[in-house]
């Protein structure tokens, strides 16, 4: 019997498993993630998914030029198709620093060529770090992704990005159904919960990604000193080695700690977690069910660090 449930994924209709593959690795980012992953070993890995607990995987156009996408597809293809049950998600993504609607589309083709599957979700990727005058044009990119829902090119279509600023225009403009939000709802950093909470009023499904911050979360030897992609300050480290320390005292660690305290929030349709090995299905399975005593949420909580260390603080 799987110990990992389904929840609504906001007002679209559809339920996602409660903890999500995250295909970023899958495409081989060593830059990102300090590691090499072979073609065969990520079709591998993702034909060991599909028969798993975990019934959804969530990946992007850019990931590794695309390479994330194909080896699903490639995986998808020896499998037979995706199954019924499962859910696959993608975004659209920038060529260099083309974000145009005509980019969009071209995004979209490139998608469904790799998967060879129907774009169910696709999410519109890091605006972030484009003018907002520009992507919300006439016909620029938010107004592609929207006409492809309507045209039933995709049925559904999300918002995924980092800085909470930003992503809040985005989230005003009402088009979008689902928000995925990454390093910003974690144990050491809630920058999103505004947002989150902008989301939720307004029916759209929220999506927690890179809840171990890059991994240093993930990290028993506390020799990382890099969070969400950039210098953690001091603060920031402290606490993380602090709450290490308490887990410790728990008997768990704080990988752990980090996914159970995602998936445990209900207010969350489903938490990403990167897989790049096949051992790690199980692990991530048994830590996202975890059964963690509520002391131990105290203690981590009174360990929170001030909100000037998290990653989109803005001094009033």
């Given amino acids: 019997m799987s110990r990992l449930s389904s929840r609504p994924l906001g007002m679209t209709g559809l339920e996602v498993c409660e903890v999500t593959v995250g295909g970023a690795p899958l495409g081989s980012m060593p ?25 959804s995987i969530d990946t992007a156009n850019g990931y590794s030029n695309g390479r994330s996408e194909l080896r699903i597809g490639r995986a998808l293809a020896e499998n037979g198709g995706l199954p019924d049950d499962f859910l696959l998600t993608t975004k659209v993504d920038a060529a260099g620093r083309d974000y145009s609607g005509d980019r969009v589309r071209a995004s979209l083709r490139e998608s469904r060529e790799r998967l060879g599957v129907p774009l169910r979700v ?23 992704l929207v006409d492809a829902r309507d045209r039933g090119e995709v049925e559904h279509i999300g918002l995924a990005g980092g800085d909470v600023h930003e992503m809040r225009r985005y989230l005003d403009l009402g088009v979008f159904e689902v928000l995925l939000v990454h390093n910003r709802w974690t144990l050491v950093d809630r920058s999103a919960g505004e947002l989150i909470e902008a989301a939720l009023e307004r029916g759209i499904g929220v999506v927690n990604a890179a809840v171990l911050g ?13 969070y969400g992609y950039r210098d953690a300050p001091e603060e920031l480290l402290r606490a993380i ?16 700690a980090a996914i159970r305290f995602s998936v445990r929030d209900p207010r969350l349709a ?19 069910t975890a059964d963690l005593p509520e002391d131990l949420w105290a203690e981590l909580e009174a360990l929170l660090p001030d909100r000037t260390s998290w990653l989109d603080f803005r001094a009033a």
């Fill in 122 to 144: 696709v999410h519109l990727h890091d605006p972030e770090f484009f003018h907002f005058s520009e992507l919300t044009a006439r016909d620029g990119a938010v107004a592609a």
């Fill in 31 to 55: 830059d990102n993630f300090g590691y090499e992953v072979a073609e065969r070993d990520a079709v591998e890995l993702v034909r060991s998914v599909l028969t798993s607990e975990l019934r």
């Fill in 241 to 256: 080695s602090g709450m290490r320390r308490v887990c410790e005292l728990y008997g768990t660690d704080l990988a752990t």
């Fill in 270 to 288: 489903t938490t990403i977690v990167g897989i790049s090995r096949p051992e790690r299905i199980d692990a991530t399975v048994t830590a996202a």
């Fill in 214 to 226: 890059g991994g240093i979360l993930a990290d028993p030897s506390g020799r990382s000193t890099r």
